[in-house]
């Protein structure tokens, strides 16, 4: 019976942005053998190699990268080496772009350090407090967010006056945009929809839960036969969980 392995990366397997602890880095490395283990990251392919090391690359049969707006298969038999098989392109509309500098300007929200929003393949990451914040500026708005709510807030009002995109939270301190439905689930309803129906899904992520950017294809996985979610808070949790699934 066919088993798949779906991980979501930032909070995850690493901690938000940063490279994979080293001793859970090894022990996801020698878990994944003879596994078949894929990435579904709003992250770059770029930036999850930086996370995980080219080792743990190797291992991986695939990694949807920008929400699932681009596909990257490794070639078997050829270590570093990797088809681009599709990509989906995101053109914001110039009111969307205007709209995200006012949240910056009227958020009460004092540390901002530049850089609010980063066009990626099929997607926008955006943030108030920057992509230049250091770890603890980002620890900061963190805990300012978790106590004013300010990134779902800010998800119910762009999501009202932007009907065909889609607004999700995303890492510790971000938002993610995209054309609706073009989500982590497309994966699911599209790369997987051929499966058996007694192959066996699992995924793996920390924000599992609406307006999470995990949420879209946990719904898609439990909706499915034999498909298992397992939410965790961070990759001590997921450590955990590797000695079970």
Known sequence: MRTIYLFDV???????KQKAVEIFRLQFFEWTKDKEVYLVSG?????LTEQLSPAVMDRIEGVFACMGNVYYRRKK?????WFHEYEHKFR?????IADLTKEVEKSAYPTKTGAHYDNRTGMINFSIVGTKATQDQRREYAAYDAEHKE?????????????SCDFVIGGAVSID???KGRDKSQVIREHFKDLPQDAIIHFVGDRTEYPGND????E??????????????SWKDTAELLKSI
Do not use: Q
């Not at 930032?10 to 901690?15: R, S």
């Open 92 to 96: 914001p509309n110039k009111g969307l």
């Open 215 to 218: 949420f879209a294809i946990a």
């Open 151 to 163: 990134r779902e807030a800010i998800v119910a009002r762009l999501s009202e006056k932007h009907a």
């Open 43 to 47: 992250g770059s392919f770029k930036r």
């Open 10 to 16: 930032d909070g995850t397997l690493t901690p938000p």
């Open 177 to 179: 945009i995209f054309t």
């Open 220 to 233: 898609a996985v439990r909706n499915r036969g034999n498909g298992h979610v397992h939410s965790v808070e």
């Open 77 to 81: 038999g050829e270590p570093r080496a």
